[in-house]
C-alpha cells in the first residue's frame, strides 16, 4: 500500500470535513474532484476521467463508485476497505448515475440535502446532468462552494514538506535545463533534462505538460507540439514544475541565448521588482488582489503595462490534470484572504508583441505567520546562456 500520510492525519481531515458539512447543513457531499479524493483518503488515479464518485457523510462514512480498473488502485492507495469501494460495470446502455442514486439509497441518504462538487474535470456537463436527473426525488442536491478546496488550502506540517521536495526538484529541473541550454540545443532535449531530474529525485509527473517556447514562441505560456533547436541569438521561455507525493512547487523563467537586448535588461528588472512587491504583498491575513495590484503597478510604472496579463499567480496544492492551477488564483479585486499555511505560485510574465521580446519570472511560496519563504534556491538574476 502506498499512503503518503499517517492514518491520524486522514482522520484529521475528514473531521475537518465533517464539521464543515454539518456548518453548512449538508448531510453528505459528492466529491468527484480527484484532488478532494486524494486529500481525503489518499486515492490517487486518473480514473476520475471517467465516472467516479466519493461519497463523505456528516457522520464521517466515505464511500467510493468507480470502475473494475480502479478496484486494486484505491485498494492500493487509500485508506479505504473493500467494503467501501463500489464497482459500477461497463456495459451498454449503464447509467452509473442511477448506481450512485442506488448507493445513496443504502447509505441512508434519501431525502437528505447533499453537497456536490461541480467545480472541477472530475464532473463533466454531460455526466453531471445524468447525477442531476438519476437523484431527482433521492436527494436535493446544492453546490457545495468550494467546502473540501478551502480545507484543502490550509497545509500541514507533512504537506509543506512535500513542497518544499517539489520545489527542490524544480530548482533540479532547472540546473538541468542551464548545462545544456545555448546556441543549437534542441528542445526536447531541454525537456528530456528537466523532466528526468525530476523523476531520477523521487517525483512525479506534475499536473500539466512543462512548459517550453523559444524564438517567437517564446511569448506563448501553453504548451504547444513541435519542437526547434535554439538560435545563435534567441530566447527560451520554460514554466514547469516539480511534483512529490502529488504535491507541486511551480517556477518559470526566460532565458536569453546570446546578448541580451537593452530591452530585455529592461524587463527582466522590471520583473524582478514585480516578484519581489507581490511577495511584499503577500501576507496572513490580506486580500490576494494585493498582490495583482502590486504585481500591475510595478509593470505600469515601467511601461509595460501592455505586455502583462490579467493574473499574477495562484494557488500550489496536491493536483491533478489537465493543470496544475489549485484556485483560486492573484488577479483585480479578489476578496480572499491569504492565511498562514497557504502555498502559491508568483509568475510575472511579460509578452511584448512590439518588441517580439518575451520576460518570465516565477516561484513558488509558502505564506507563514510573520510573512513569506520563498520555496526556491535559485536566484532571480538575468539567465543568459
Known amino acids: 500500500m502506498v499512503l503518503h500520510f499517517p492514518p491520524d492525519e486522514y482522520a484529521a481531515r475528514r473531521q475537518a470535513a465533517r464539521q464543515a458539512l454539518d456548518g453548512a447543513g449538508f448531510d453528505a457531499i459528492l466529491l468527484f474532484a480527484p484532488e478532494s479524493h486524494y486529500w481525503l483518503t489518499g486515492y ?6 471517467l ?3 466519493m461519497v463523505l457523510s456528516a457522520g464521517g462514512d466515505v464511500h467510493l463508485l468507480t470502475r473494475a480498473p480502479d478496484l486494486r488502485q484505491a485498494q492500493q492507495t487509500s485508506i479505504l476497505t473493500d467494503g467501501q469501494i463500489h464497482i459500477w460495470k461497463d456495459i451498454e446502455g449503464v447509467d452509473p448515475a442511477e448506481q450512485l442514486a442506488a448507493l445513496i439509497r443504502d447509505l441512508g441518504l434519501a431525502g437528505k440535502r ?3 462538487e461541480t467545480r472541477t474535470p472530475g464532473l463533466t456537463h454531460a455526466n453531471g446532468r445524468m447525477v442531476e436527473a438519476a437523484l431527482a426525488g433521492v436527494a436535493t442536491l446544492e453546490d457545495s462552494d468550494g467546502l473540501i478546496s478551502h480545507l484543502r488550502h490550509q497545509k500541514s506540517p507533512r504537506e509543506i514538506d512535500y513542497h518544499h521536495r517539489a520545489a527542490a526538484l524544480s530548482d533540479d529541473a532547472l540546473d538541468a535545463c542551464l548545462e545544456i541550454a545555448g546556441a543549437g540545443a534542441f528542445e526536447g532535449d531541454i525537456l528530456a533534462a528537466m523532466q528526468g531530474a525530476v523523476f531520477r529525485g523521487g517525483g512525479d509527473y506534475a499536473g500539466n505538460e512543462f512548459i517550453i517556447g523559444s524564438g517567437e514562441a517564446a511569448l506563448l505560456c501553453r504548451y504547444a507540439s513541435g519542437r526547434r533547436h535554439l538560435d545563435a ?3 527560451l521561455t520554460l514554466e514547469w514544475s516539480g511534483a512529490y507525493a502529488r504535491y507541486h512547487a511551480a517556477m518559470m523563467r526566460t532565458i536569453v541565448v546570446g546578448r541580451p537586448d537593452d530591452r530585455q535588461v529592461k ?3 522590471a520583473c524582478v521588482e514585480a516578484l519581489q512587491a507581490c511577495e511584499d504583498a503577500m501576507r496572513p491575513g490580506r486580500p490576494m488582489g494585493d498582490v495583482f495590484d502590486a504585481h500591475a503597478r510595478v509593470f505600469d510604472d515601467h511601461g509595460f503595462s501592455h505586455a502583462r496579463l490579467n493574473a499574477c499567480g495562484y494557488g500550489m496544492g496536491a493536483i491533478y ?3 496544475w492551477v489549485d484556485f483560486p488564483m492573484f488577479y483585480a479585486g479578489n476578496p480572499l484572504l491569504m492565511q498562514a499555511g497557504n502555498v502559491f505560485f508568483l509568475h510575472m510574465i511579460l509578452m511584448d508583441s512590439e518588441s517580439g521580446y518575451a ?5 513558488s511560496m509558502l505564506v507563514t505567520e510573520t510573512g513569506v519563504e520563498r520555496l526556491s534556491r535559485h536566484p532571480l538574476d538575468l539567465l543568459v546562456v
Open 44 to 49: 490517487d488515479t486518473f480514473g476520475f476521467a
Open 51 to 53: 465516472f467516479q464518485c
Open 114 to 116: 447533499l453537497a456536490i
Open 233 to 235: 541569438q534567441d530566447q
Open 267 to 269: 524587463m527582466h528588472a
Open 321 to 323: 490534470n489537465p493543470i
Open 359 to 363: 520576460m518570465c519570472y516565477g516561484h
